[in-house]
C-alpha cells in the first residue's frame, strides 16, 4: 500500500508521473471534461488546523472525480484526545479509501499511516507540506516547460513549505537556494537527508538575497510565522526584515522571473503588495493548480 507522507514516499519517476497526470487532468478540466475516475470512492479529511486551499482543493477534487469526501475538525474527531492515533487511524481507515492529514506533528502522520489499512496523504505537518511541494512544481512545469537547471530562491523561513519544496527540486533537478538569517535555515540533519536522497541535487544557504536572487528562476516566499509560532512573532519581524520579497529585490533577478507564495500571505511583510498583483506573480495560478495535482495524487494511491 502507497502512503504520501512525504515527497521521498515517491520515485523521480514517479514524481514526474504525477505531475504529468496532473497536467492531463487540467487540460481535461478546462474542456469541461469531469471522469468519474473515483466513482463512490471516499476521501476522509482530518484537520487539527483551519484551512482554505487545502480542505476546499481536496474536497472539490473528490467530487469532480465522483467521490466524496467526510470532514472532521479537531473538534469533530478529537484525534489524540479522545482516543490515540493508532485507534482513530485503525477505525477511520475501514470506512473510507484514502485519508489526508493536516496536523501539527509529523509523528502523527506517521503513527496514522502504520496503523492504517487505507493510502494517507499528508496534508500538512511541522515538517512537511508535501501537497504543496507538488502543485508548485506543476505550476513551475507550465511556466517553463522543462525544469530541471532552473533555480528556485526560497526568500524566508526553512519551514515545512521550503523542506518539502527542497526535496521535490532535487528530485527534478532544479537548484534550491535558501536565503534566510542563521537560526532559521535548514539544519545539518536536513541538509544530510536531502543529499542522501537527491544525490544529483543541488542544496545551497545564501544569507544575503541580493546574491541569493541573481540568478533566480523563481523567488518563493512564505509567512514569516506560521501557525503555531504566534509566540515568535515580534522576533521574527526584526529577525527577517531585510528578506522581504520587494519590487528592489524582485529587480536583482533576471526580468524572466516569477514570484510564487503558498499563501495565506501578509502583504507589507513577505512580500508587497505590488510584487503578489504584478505580472511576475504566479501565486493564483499557483494556489489553483492544488485541484489538479492532488487529483493526480488522489487517483495514484487509490488506483495504486
Request: charged share 20%.
Amino acid at each position: 500500500m502507497q502512503h504520501f507522507r512525504t515527497l521521498l514516499d515517491v520515485t523521480p519517476d514517479q514524481l514526474r508521473q504525477l505531475l504529468e497526470e496532473a497536467a492531463r487532468l487540467k487540460v481535461g478540466w478546462q474542456r469541461g471534461e469531469r471522469p468519474a475516475l473515483l466513482a463512490r470512492r471516499v476521501l476522509g479529511l482530518v484537520f487539527e488546523k483551519p484551512s482554505l486551499r487545502t480542505r476546499v482543493s481536496f474536497e472539490a477534487a473528490m467530487a469532480q472525480l465522483g467521490g466524496s469526501s467526510i470532514f472532521l475538525s479537531e473538534a469533530d474527531g478529537g484525534m489524540g484526545r479522545r482516543e490515540p492515533v493508532p485507534d482513530f487511524a485503525r477505525v477511520l481507515s475501514q470506512y473510507v479509501d484514502v485519508v489526508a492529514l493536516r496536523v501539527f506533528s509529523q509523528k502523527t502522520v506517521e503513527e496514522f499511516a502504520a496503523c492504517s489499512s487505507c493510502p494517507v496523504i499528508n496534508a500538512l505537518s511541522d515538517l512537511d507540506h508535501p501537497c504543496q511541494a507538488l502543485g508548485d512544481l506543476m505550476t513551475m512545469q507550465e511556466q517553463f516547460g522543462k525544469v530541471a537547471g532552473r533555480t528556485l530562491v526560497f526568500v524566508g523561513d526553512g519551514n515545512n513549505v521550503a523542506r518539502s519544496l527542497a526535496l521535490g527540486c532535487g528530485m527534478l533537478g532544479v537548484r534550491f537556494i535558501l536565503s534566510a538569517p542563521e537560526g532559521y535555515r535548514f539544519d545539518a540533519a536536513f541538509e544530510k537527508l536531502f543529499h542522501t536522497s537527491c544525490p544529483q541535487g543541488e542544496l545551497l544557504q545564501e544569507g544575503d538575497p541580493v546574491r541569493a536572487v541573481a540568478k533566480a528562476d523563481v523567488l518563493y516566499t512564505d509567512v514569516w510565522t506560521s501557525m503555531g509560532q504566534e509566540a515568535e512573532r515580534q522576533e521574527r519581524l526584526q529577525r527577517f526584515a531585510n528578506y522581504q520579497v520587494n519590487a528592489q529585490l524582485l529587480a536583482r533577478a533576471p526580468a524572466h522571473a516569477r514570484v510564487m507564495h503558498c499563501l495565506p500571505a501578509r502583504r507589507g511583510e513577505e512580500i508587497t503588495a505590488d510584487v503578489f498583483e504584478g505580472p511576475q506573480s504566479l501565486v493564483i495560478p499557483q494556489a489553483a493548480n492544488r485541484l489538479h495535482a492532488q487529483k493526480s495524487l488522489l487517483c495514484w494511491l487509490v488506483q495504486s
